[in-house]
């Protein structure tokens, strides 16, 4: 069995931060300033008042950028951009296992059963639909008929999802789906199975979040709200 050393899983931590740096967090900051421009929000009038009492207890100008800026900045823009990015984060932090295989993305030995594993990548728990299971359930299947055609033995233990957070408890149906027939591996199992370290999942976890500390963004999250104050004290929300 080929064990990854602590140089190794240096390495997948360093690059995880500079590409997190580089593809996300730039691109958030983009985001970020597109809130600006109020013509850059779908506004549900029924909902935007409600939500800016309900945030800081009043409805003025400031209160309303916030309950508009905050959800996308914290919510649907930086979970958009992270999902989009993995081939990327693939490509650049784990291409020492890229697969050649089609359909799958990446190879290695299991750390905890010592066997290789052809595995898909997916970012989350819930980031697979109903067609996803037929797609994942075709790649496996010609992996294991590429297998037999060139005399490999490949079982279907060897056939997995590797998510990369979550827990087991969290995935959808469509995962479970998967799961009845070929392994779905989530968070802190599958950063175990790869690298080794049963606590990888964890400091990987804590050296993304440091870079939130250097990269404070606090002052352009601050001047993205106070230009959307001004537009709508001019323009008037509706």
Known sequence: MIYMDEQQRYEILVKAKEFFKESVIESHKKNTIKCKKLSNFNIN???????????????NSES??????????????I????????QKFCSYVLGGFASTTSGIDIEFIDQVDGRKKYCQIKSGPNTINKDDVETINNHFKAVKNLARTNGLRVSVDDLVVGVFYGTEKQLSVHYKKVNETYPVIVGQDFWHRLTGNPKFYFELINAIGELAIEEDSSSLVENVIQELTKEIEEKGLF
């Open 64 to 77: 309303l950028a916030r309950a508009l800026i905050y959800p996308r900045i914290l919510g649907t823009s």
């Open 45 to 59: 009038p029924f909902l935007v008042s409600y939500l800016s009492n309900y945030l800081t207890g009043n409805s």
């Open 79 to 86: 979970t958009t951009t992270f999902g989009n990015n993995m």
